[in-house]
């Protein structure tokens, strides 16, 4: 009897370990950029990050030596008068010890108070005016973000799924949630913000640039990081926002400023049309003719009505994914979302048009999409 209930106890430590080991495992990451763990919090790439990471650094060793306190402190009490045979008699017991009270009152408050001291600092200084920032306009969609910035001569200059900013400087994102933006509710002049709030909550989340900030429908929420070096820092919806939450990714394309100046000039352009292609040509009339206008904006088209329901597509090819991120921009791809997208991406908000379309004509309207550099 005993030596059985020994050995059950020896397995569910084992049994403990293994599971302990296993969540550990799930730490693991190499910290080097692009490495394993490209959306690493403990790789800042900018000062915003920087921050929020020295203050983990703070934070976790005394929330870790707290823990070790408590529960070492628990499991010794529990294993040292833990009920031996047959007692029946109940332990004696204690009350109202003041000095006792008092510590342990003062410990945690003190604790409490050191940690406050830095990290009201921290959220101050990063949430605090940006410095001659750039600033773009996010608008969170189901399920894809999309990026506004003011081109070089006042004009609109959108993209989905990528947010291109230039290194070493501020940037300051003024973000909202929104499922469709109607062209007719847009004033003259001024930021256009005549949507449809009928949003959700979404939350922005590139882990190597800043924390995450959820995007609330009927409020603009503010978000400012800054990246040290050029590359691609991956991001996602980190608020659970439906079928695809998962699937609502974007990147954040860090360019030296020289390069970030000539990006933003390149997407200010129209497209180029007429294609020079002859079945580029005959892709741009299905555009027309599938009424893709209705709900893409795509500059330079002559069809083009400048609607802002779905990812604006004047240099769709100039991005390395589409749909939120999760495909590679490839005629494949291209393909197999036309013909059916909600089939490759659960709760997309584009219909199939697998009915609409001969294979020839696919073939032509993805030519011509992948002309749109
Ligand atoms: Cu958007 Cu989750």
């Known amino acids: 009897m005993r030596a059985g209930r020994r050995r059950s106890g020896l397995i569910g430590w084992a049994l403990l370990a293994i599971v302990f080991a296993l969540v550990a495992a799930a730490c693991a990451g190499s910290p080097d950029p692009g490495g394993q763990a490209p959306q690493s919090v403990f790789d800042p790439a900018g000062p915003v990050a920087r921050k929020q990471d020295a203050l983990w650094e703070l934070v976790f ?24 045979g047959d007692e029946t008699v109940p332990p004696k017991q204690l009350h109202g010890n003041t000095r006792l009270e008092v510590l342990w009152t003062m ?9 406050a001291v ?72 001024g930021p256009k913000l005549g949507p449809v709030a009928d949003g959700v909550i979404h939350s922005f989340w590139v882990p190597r640039l800043a924390g995450k900030v959820d995007i609330i429908p009927g409020h603009v ?31 954040v394309v860090a360019h030296a400023p020289e390069d970030y100046q000539g990006w933003l000039d390149a997407q200010s352009e129209p497209s180029a049309y007429p294609p020079s292609e002859e079945a580029a040509a005959r892709g741009a ?12 904006t795509l500059t330079g088209h002559p069809a083009n009505v400048d609607t802002r329901i779905a990812p604006n597509l004047t240099h769709l090819a100039s991005r390395a994914t589409f749909a939120g991120g999760i ?9 197999a979302w036309i013909r059916n997208p909600p089939a490759v ?16 004509e696919l073939d032509d309207l993805v030519t011509y999409l992948l002309t749109l550099e």
Request: proline share 9%; hydrophobic share 40%.
């Open 61 to 84: 060793p005394i929330a870790v030596g707290v823990f070790v306190l408590v529960q070492g402190g628990l499991i010794f009490m529990v294993v040292k008068y833990r009920a031996k």
């Open 107 to 115: 410990i945690p408050a003190l604790i409490l108070a050191t940690i």
């Open 118 to 189: 830095p990290t009201v600092r921290t959220i101050f200084e990063i949430a605090g005016p940006p410095d001659d920032p750039l600033e773009v306009r996010v608008i969170a969609k189901q399920y894809w973000f999309e990026f506004q910035y003011l081109g070089p001569e006042g004009q609109d200059v959108v993209t989905a799924t990528e947010l291109h900013v230039p290194t070493g400087q501020e940037v300051y994102l003024r973000m909202e949630s929104l499922s469709a933006v109607v062209p007719d509710t847009e004033p003259e002049v």
């Open 221 to 251: 929420r503010e978000l400012k990081f800054q990246a040290d070096e050029p590359g691609r820092y991956p991001g996602q919806c980190a608020e659970f926002c439906g079928l695809s939450h998962a699937n609502m990714r974007f990147d």
């Open 285 to 296: 009339e299905i555009w027309e003719a599938q009424s893709c206008q209705a709900c893409h």
């Open 327 to 335: 495909f590679e921009t490839n005629e494949e791809n291209l393909k």
């Open 345 to 360: 991406k659960p709760g997309a908000q584009m219909p199939p048009f697998d009915a609409d379309l001969s294979d020839e």
